[in-house]
């Protein structure tokens, strides 16, 4: 079955410091994998995507890994903020022979203090 | 200069009531989606479609009708609404299908049914 797990489910950390989200996934075939952020009550922006032949990908102070033959990829948030406060979104899109379809994970809930 | 729109932010209705919900994006893309995002923040795809038409439609209930009527357009229509669509509704758009194009959502609506 295609799915999508995250972990930790919630996260606290002081400002400053960094983390690492993991996204486990049992999708295959996957054409690309996403990292979404998404404040309490706004929509997901896009963090990075990337292919499965991508290892890294940085955007800021993220970086996302991807090891494909493992199925894992992780979110690293260098020197957080109070604004990195969010839900991050796992996303794996898996083709299909007429679209694509969009798996998500269930979310890592971020929440920096001072 | 809002990318990707939507109305109502809020709507508070009635069980069996029929409401509608307006997506908008002003940025010359091809795709536009509908997704739902349940109480414990499961974000999960409704529809997708790509220059007006479907090209997604995962296992929704006849109740929902999605309507194009341009490509920069995607309206949703609810009929007989239950309590159980009761939560967020995002709108989102890329420039074609979904691999390697990243998606712009929209604020969200918070559909409650009462």
Known sequence: KNQVEQSPQSLIILEGKNCTLQCNYTVSPFSNLRWYKQDTGRGPVSLTIMTFSENTKSNGRYTATLDADTKQSSLHITASQLSDSASYICVVIHPKTSYDKVIFGPGTSLSVIP | ?114
């Open chain 2, 1 to 114: 200069d809002t990318a990707v729109s939507q109305t109502p932010k809020y709507l508070v209705t009635q069980m069996g009531n029929d409401k509608s919900i307006k997506c908008e994006q002003n940025l010359g893309h091809d795709t536009m989606y509908w997704y739902k995002q349940d109480s414990k923040k499961f974000l999960k795809i409704m529809f997708s479609y790509n220059n007006k038409e479907l090209i997604i439609n995962e296992t929704v209930p006849n109740r929902f009708s999605p309507k194009s009527p341009d490509k920069a357009h995607l309206n949703l229509h609810i009929n007989s609404l239950e309590l159980g669509d009761s939560a967020v509704y995002f709108c989102a758009s890329s420039p074609s299908g979904l691999a390697g194009y990243e998606q712009y959502f929209g604020p969200g609506t918070r559909l409650t049914v009462t």
